[in-house]
């Protein structure tokens, strides 16, 4: 089972962090774990606003049960107000798993500007 708290909306221009857990018996994200996540303006389109991993510090490892996504405040700043769609998979497997694990979340435009 996935635990995503309501998470607040992405502010255009600003850094959004959610954290994700996982209910699970056995360890979601163990050592080593290689996670990617693409950020879209909805799911059919082609074009990626972000992409998040372990390695760029857009998904970090909190526990084998929980991570932090991070979309940085470059990549928020390029999002039109509306909403955005993510999901997870595992790609240090032979075969990328899907981990079930998708958001839509609310894109707002914030009265103070930076």
Known sequence: MIDAQPGAAIVIGYEWRQRIAVQS?????????????????????????????????????????????????TATALMKVGSVVLDIARTDQPNPQYLQISLEIPVRQSVTRL
């Open 25 to 73: 018996a056995v360890p979601v994200f163990p050592a080593g774990v290689v996670l990617l996540s693409h950020v879209r303006a909805k799911t059919s389109d082609t074009a990626i606003l972000a992409t998040l991993t372990i390695a760029n510090g857009g998904i970090v490892v909190v526990s084998e049960t929980e991570i932090d996504l991070v979309i940085p405040a």
